[in-house]
């Protein structure tokens, strides 16, 4: 199957400063790609839908000025948590949608696991 | 609203027993259907995509199968080893759109024990 990569798998800061995570697709071009944050046991949160070149879609409830993303190419996304606090720690997947892959199969990374002390 | 429900939430099974995990879902309207498998502080490993014009979908040790005008998609575990040990999603996609969303399923923690 392909392959999504994030970057980096894990990371502390300090409260207030910003994190970027990156996502990948390995070896295809991603036209959408979907960031998602898990709590410990429960299942994914979508929170925002990105297709390349455009604005991403937030989902109700998601800030869009403190979590950004950016999908500058058919390969890489990125979501920056902006002044990051405690409550934003969490494990943030991301996924990528096949460009007319066989039936648009989705894959997702490997997850970044964020500490904000 | 679509709502996707997976029963049992965790399930404990010896080495070698066949298994079975149940996904529902509560609008038939779907385009696909995809189980996943997620190991503890890990991503999601696609393990079977099911179209809604299909019935099942095999892959080594492991079958899907889906009804559609029922809600219904299990996954059948054949010889179950210590290494199937994860947590399983099922997830249903609405339809063809570029951006149209998965929703998934409470999630199935399954144990193998030797």
């Known amino acids: 199957g392909a392959v999504v990569s994030q970057h980096p798998s894990r990371v502390i800061c300090k409260s207030g400063t910003s994190v970027k995570i990156e996502c990948r697709s390995l070896d295809f071009q991603a036209t959408t790609m979907f960031w998602y944050r898990q709590f410990p046991k429960k299942s994914l949160m979508l929170m925002a839908t990105s297709n390349e070149g455009s604005k991403a879609t937030y989902e109700q409830g998601v800030e869009k000025d403190k979590f950004l993303i950016n999908h500058a190419s058919l390969t890489l996304s990125t979501l920056t948590v902006t002044s990051a606090h405690p409550e934003d720690s969490s494990f943030y997947i991301c996924?990528?949608?096949?460009?007319?892959?066989?039936?648009?199969?989705?894959?997702f990374g490997p997850g970044t696991r964020l500490t904000v002390l | 609203k679509q709502e996707v429900t997976q029963i049992p939430a965790a399930l404990s099974v010896p080495e070698g027993e066949n298994l079975v995990l149940n996904c529902s879902f509560t609008d038939s309207a779907i385009y696909n259907l995809q189980w996943f498998r997620q190991d503890p502080g890990k991503g999601l490993t696609s393990l079977l995509l099911?179209?809604?014009?299909?019935r099942e979908q095999t892959s080594g040790r492991l079958n899907a199968s889906l009804d559609k005008s029922s809600g219904r998609s299990t996954l059948y575990i054949a010889a179950s080893q210590p290494g199937d040990s994860a947590t399983y999603l099922c997830a249903v996609r609405p339809d063809t759109g570029t951006a149209s969303k998965l929703t998934f399923g409470t999630g199935t923690r399954l144990q193998v024990t030797l």
């Open positions: 099911i179209q809604s014009s299909q």
């Open positions: 996924s990528a949608r096949e460009r007319g892959g066989s039936y648009n199969e989705q894959f």
